[in-house]
Nanobody
Framework: QVQLVGSGGGLVQAGGSLRLSCVASGSIFGINRMGWYRQAPGKQRELVAAITSGGRTNYADSVKGRFTISRDNAKNTVFLQMNSLKPEDTAVYSC??????????WGQGTQVTVSS
């Protein structure tokens, strides 16, 4: 089992920044990828950014150039630095880990609200 604890959400004005953190614990050996998803009211959950164990990253087109995902392997932590936030970034952000055999693990969501 893998446990994920996400934090760092909040309320920010448009143009501001937030940094989300996700700490993994438990059977973390074999995690292939970690990332952040988000879901806004009335919309489907979407991948925001992900980073593989080898450091390869990918981003949703809507956040490219504004968000940066990184990881601290020593602390089993993944960060999502969000800059130039827009009202349309408002959503519940959830940390995800892809483990062996394709098992998905999820942390609790954290609310990000961007006011205009």
């Amino acid at each position: 089992q893998v446990q994920l604890v996400g934090s760092g959400g909040g309320l920010v004005q448009a143009g501001g920044s937030l940094r989300l953190s996700c700490v993994a614990s438990g059977s973390i050996f074999g995690i292939n990828r970690m990332g952040w998803y988000r879901q806004a009211p009335g919309k489907q959950r979407e991948l925001v950014a992900a980073i593989t164990s080898g450091g390869r990253t990918n981003y949703a087109d809507s956040v490219k150039g504004r968000f940066t995902i990184s990881r601290d392997n020593a602390k089993n932590t993944v960060f999502l630095q969000m800059n130039s936030l827009k009202p349309e970034d408002t959503a519940v952000y959830s940390c995800n880990a892809l483990g062996p055999y394709g098992i998905d693990y999820w942390g609790q969501g954290t609310q990000v609200t961007v006011s205009s």
